[in-house]
């Protein structure tokens, strides 16, 4: 399993508040918005990425960050022999991810996922 990336997750009430930072202010582009969610960064390879969010998806908590991986399956596995309890997934969500969450020794609220 590799991370393939990292991506900050900032919830909030309003999702379009974060526009004027962060595509005007900044000059991020917009790479997603489902309404719920908004993501700014920049280029295809996506080195820099924040998520604006008032809900996690699927009804479940916005969560402090997201990891995307290669193989979600295999890093569910690693989490579970490492004794990480999950608190959601793994599911297959209909905008096209398979994801589980997980928190980190620290508490916070971890997304790990694979665009399927």
Do not use: C
């Amino acid at each position: 399993m590799k991370v393939k990336r990292i991506v900050a997750n900032i919830k909030a009430e309003e999702v379009s508040a974060a526009k004027r930072f962060y595509e005007q202010a900044l000059g991020l582009d917009v790479l997603m918005d489902h309404g719920w969610i908004a993501t700014y960064g920049t280029d295809a390879e996506m080195k820099v990425q924040v998520s604006v969010a008032t809900e996690g998806g699927s009804g479940t908590p916005v969560p402090d960050l997201s990891v995307e991986v290669d193989d979600v399956d295999e890093a569910l596995a690693r989490m579970e022999r490492a004794g990480f309890a999950v608190e959601y997934g793994p599911a297959d969500e209909p905008w096209g991810v398979r994801r589980f969450y997980v928190r980190d020794p620290f508490g916070r609220l971890v997304n790990v996922l694979a665009h399927i």
